[in-house]
């Protein structure tokens, strides 16, 4: 856990599942706060496939978790560390349910 006050930043990298289309290199790891929730990176994943009216569906180890679950509180549980201490998140997304 960081210590208090500090704000945590989580490199998310979104991966395209289930014909889902691909996002450039450069669009597809983006930094976010930890405490910012899944809703508002799905919001902005939605804005660049510019999919705003449609459902997405977003998934971290073949789970989907909850639109209102904090971003720090999933890379603890669902992404890794690199050496340094920075949080990773893996994020697959598709337009189509996929998994769970």
Not at 66 to 87: P, V
């Amino acid at each position: 856990m960081p210590p208090k006050g500090k704000v945590t930043q989580v490199l998310i990298v979104f991966t395209a599942a289930a014909g889902a289309p691909q996002l450039k290199d450069e669009k597809r790891r983006v930094r976010v706060n930890g405490s910012q929730e899944l809703r508002t990176v799905i919001n902005y994943l939605k804005k660049l496939l510019k999919e705003e009216g449609s459902s997405i569906f977003v998934y971290t180890n073949q789970l989907s978790p909850s639109i209102d679950e904090k971003i720090g509180q999933l890379s603890e549980l669902y992404g890794s560390k690199s050496s340094e201490g920075k949080l990773r998140l893996n994020l697959h997304y598709s337009l189509t349910p996929t998994w769970g």
